[in-house]
């Protein structure tokens, strides 16, 4: 078969055919009477493995080894090119993942499309300092790629940097909430209390129904966080986990803050509710006197009688440090009427 023909049914060029011979691949042995290449049978079948081979990515140097070598062993060359077929794909995903972020951004021309770049190459910087300055300029009309901003708050260690992310996601558009809550499925804890963190910082019925459901996180950090949030926002669901952070003396001078909050409202049920609970505590025989001490602080700007009468009996408490807190606390309520 002359190389025109078996161009036609290959589909290899009759320039890379020749390419094929100069390299050694491909010797098709015969002539025509007038000298033109004839290919056999079996050099039709080697062109076709050739093909099948650089359709894996090897490159012709290592086809003709695999073809030319009977001793020759594939998997070692196999492992080379999974891993540079990987390193392709991440390439290519990552440059994907940046054109969409600009796109998101709504450039309105090649200047916003710049300052985008320069935004995402700021975030993804070594540099703490760098990280800061770009999510506070944010605040200059720089089109914000909130995908961008959401990674980077959810993987930022530094609390500086963290903050100033957070506060960008806080002015970032609607989608920000949706976006900052697929951190609430990470299966790192870290990632998910920032998540929690930034939305704590975010108003509306959304970022409150997010929290809600941080609420129940396996891990305590989390569920510290979320329950701070919600209590801030007059979420009296959250007044047993609050209660629980102080006995476990996690955040507790914090979660004493937010039950003051939550007791500060119109509803004096809400008062008498969270003192009830506190006393039910301190009452319990497992509850360790350290925990006491905390809960009978607690108590200190729970309004309402109900706590003033609780405090009462609390200063004849057989635990010294119990009573004394007590009766200091009640001296200042006394004080501040």
Same mark, same amino acid.
């Given at each position: 078969?002359?190389?025109?023909?078996?161009?036609?049914?290959?589909?290899?060029?009759?320039?890379?055919?020749?390419?094929?011979?100069?390299?050694?691949?491909?010797?098709?042995?015969?002539?025509?009477?007038?000298?033109?290449?004839?290919?056999?049978?079996?050099?039709?079948?080697?062109?076709?493995?050739?093909?099948?081979?650089?359709?894996?990515?090897?490159?012709?140097?290592?086809?003709?080894?695999?073809?030319?070598?009977?001793?020759?062993?594939?998997?070692?060359?196999?492992?080379?090119?999974?891993?540079?077929?990987?390193?392709?794909?991440?390439?290519?995903?990552?440059?994907?993942?940046?054109?969409?972020?600009?796109?998101?951004?709504?450039?309105?021309?090649?200047?916003?499309?710049?300052?985008?770049?320069? *935004?995402?190459?700021? &975030?993804? #910087?070594?540099? +703490? @300092?760098? !990280?800061? %300055? =770009?999510?506070?300029?944010? $605040?200059?009309?720089?089109?914000?790629?909130?995908?961008?901003?959401?990674?980077?708050?959810?993987?930022?260690?530094?609390?500086?940097?963290?903050?100033?992310?957070?506060?960008?996601?806080?002015?970032?558009?609607?989608?920000?909430?949706?976006? *900052?809550?697929?951190? &609430?499925? #990470?299966?790192? +804890? @870290?990632? !998910?209390? %920032? =998540?929690?963190?930034?939305? $704590?910082?975010?108003?509306?019925?959304?970022?409150?129904?997010?929290?809600?459901?941080?609420?129940?996180?396996?891990?305590?950090?989390?569920?510290?966080?979320?329950?701070?949030?919600?209590?801030?926002?007059?979420?009296?669901?959250?007044?047993?986990?609050?209660?629980?952070?102080?006995?476990?003396?996690?955040?507790?001078?914090?979660? =004493?803050?937010?039950?003051?909050?939550?007791?500060?409202?119109?509803?004096?049920?809400?008062?008498?509710?969270?003192?009830?609970?506190?006393?039910?505590?301190?009452?319990?025989?497992?509850?360790?006197?350290?925990?006491?001490?905390?809960?009978?602080?607690?108590?200190?700007?729970?309004?309402?009688?109900?706590?003033?009468?609780?405090?009462?009996?609390?200063?004849?408490?057989?635990?010294?440090?119990?009573?004394?807190?007590?009766?200091?606390?009640?001296?200042?309520?006394?004080?501040?009427?």
């Amino acid at each position: 078969m002359l190389i025109g023909e078996v161009a036609k049914q290959s589909g290899v060029s009759a320039r890379m055919l020749r390419h094929y011979e100069s390299l050694g691949l491909v010797q098709p042995a015969q002539r025509t009477d007038s000298g033109y290449r004839e290919y056999s049978a079996k050099d039709i079948q080697r062109i076709f493995h050739i093909e099948s081979l650089r359709s894996l990515g090897l490159s012709l140097r290592d086809i003709g080894r695999a073809l030319g070598d009977p001793d020759f062993t594939p998997a070692a060359l196999v492992g080379d090119l999974i891993r540079q077929t990987h390193d392709r794909i991440a390439t290519e995903t990552e440059l994907l993942t940046r054109l969409r972020r600009i796109d998101a951004a709504g450039p309105t021309d090649w200047q916003d499309v710049l300052k985008v770049v320069a *935004l995402l190459q700021a &975030l993804g #910087s070594h540099h +703490p @300092a760098t !990280r800061q %300055r =770009a999510a506070l300029s944010t $605040a200059h009309g720089t089109p914000v790629p909130v995908e961008a901003l959401v990674e980077a708050a959810l993987s930022e260690t530094q609390p500086n940097v963290a903050g100033a992310l957070r506060w960008a996601l806080a002015q970032a558009p609607d989608d920000a909430p949706a976006l *900052l809550a697929k951190g &609430l499925d #990470s299966p790192l +804890p @870290a990632v !998910r209390k %920032r =998540a929690v963190q930034a939305l $704590a910082e975010m108003p509306g019925d959304e970022t409150t129904t997010h929290l809600r459901d941080a609420v129940t996180d396996p891990d305590p950090q989390v569920r510290a966080q979320a329950a701070l949030a919600l209590g801030t926002r007059g979420e009296s669901t959250v007044i047993a986990t609050l209660i629980d952070m102080i006995v476990a003396g996690r955040n507790d001078t914090d979660a =004493a803050d937010a039950l003051s909050r939550l007791a500060s409202s119109d509803d004096t049920t809400t008062a008498d509710r969270i003192t009830t609970r506190l006393v039910d505590h301190l009452a319990h025989p497992a509850t360790e006197p350290p925990a006491r001490g905390r809960l009978t602080q607690a108590l200190a700007d729970i309004p309402g009688t109900t706590a003033t009468q609780a405090l009462l009996q609390l200063s004849h408490d057989e635990d010294q440090a119990v009573s004394l807190t007590a009766t200091y606390l009640l001296q200042a309520r006394q004080a501040r009427r």
